[in-house]
């Protein structure tokens, strides 16, 4: 198999973001004066459901005994998530929240080298260019052929709906991608579109089912082991 694309998952696998999503959620729901906050704990129960809305939805519908949804309750949400994704951008252009370890060398090395590269994620096109402009520069589009985010899918992972939207994109087929992803929703999604994937974990998603992953690693410190398992050739 020659690698000719690399697609990336954004939350947990390009950088460790998803205390920072839920700090930016709790700070949402108090300035929209919800007495609602959300430790590691209810996070980790919550992760179980990707994309903010939905995740909302889902805590109020499973873990909130008693509440009486507005009548507008989609409205409501969305505009709860609005806050926490102005929170959360404000948070990553900062610069609180890097690339993990050998995710910059990657994407780089493999870009200098003509491999196509794409991102296929959950969360919105906002908070990827918030991290992405603050990590690659005001340029940092230029290394992607396909960014594909949040709402752009009917279906969010682990549905594989954006992944196909991204090899569609792309027009590369399957086998002839890697799939970089951190969670089992993730992994769901991208082997049901066919894709080879490899798993780097966080402390979220470590416990979690990598049945069908090509390896599984800690992160990418080690990036010539990861060249070596994956047989990605950067020679130009
Ligand atoms: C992870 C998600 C996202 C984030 C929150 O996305 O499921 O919903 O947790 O971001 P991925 P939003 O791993 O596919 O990058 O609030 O913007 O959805
Ligand atoms: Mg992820």
């Known amino acids: 198999m020659t690698i000719k694309a690399i697609i990336f998952d954004v939350d947990g696998t390009l950088a460790d973001t998803e205390d ?7 700070k949402a729901f108090a300035e929209c004066g919800l007495d609602w906050s959300w430790d590691v704990a209810m996070y980790d129960k919550l992760l179980k459901v990707t994309g903010g809305k939905e995740r909302i939805k889902y805590f109020v519908s499973d873990f909130l005994k008693g509440y009486e949804k507005p009548a507008d309750f989609d409205e409501y949400v969305k505009h709860l998530h609005a806050v926490k994704t102005k929170h959360y951008t404000t948070m990553l252009a ?34 990827v260019a918030a991290l992405l ?5 005001k340029n940092w589009e230029g290394y992607f052929a ?4 949040g709402d752009i899918v009917p279906h969010k992972k682990p549905a594989p709906d954006i992944y196909f939207w991204v090899l569609d994109k792309m027009g590369i087929k399957a086998s002839d991608c890697i799939a970089l992803e951190d969670s089992e929703n993730g992994l769901r999604s991208s082997l049901a579109a066919g894709i080879k994937t490899y798993v780097t974990i966080n402390h979220y ?6 049945t069908g992953a090509a390896a599984v690693f800690d992160d990418l410190s080690d990036l010539q082991n990861f060249y070596k398992v994956s047989g990605l050739k ?3």
């Open 234 to 236: 950067l020679a130009k």
């Open 20 to 26: 920072g999503h839920r700090l930016s959620f709790n």
């Open 94 to 127: 900062a610069g609180n929240i890097p690339l993990r370890p050998g995710v910059k060398q990657l994407i780089t090395e493999a870009h200098a080298a003509g491999i196509t590269l794409a991102i296929a994620t959950t969360t919105t096109p906002q908070n």
């Open 205 to 210: 998603t470590r416990n979690q089912d990598f």
């Open 133 to 137: 402009e603050v990590a690659l520069g």
């Open 146 to 149: 396909a960014n594909g985010c």
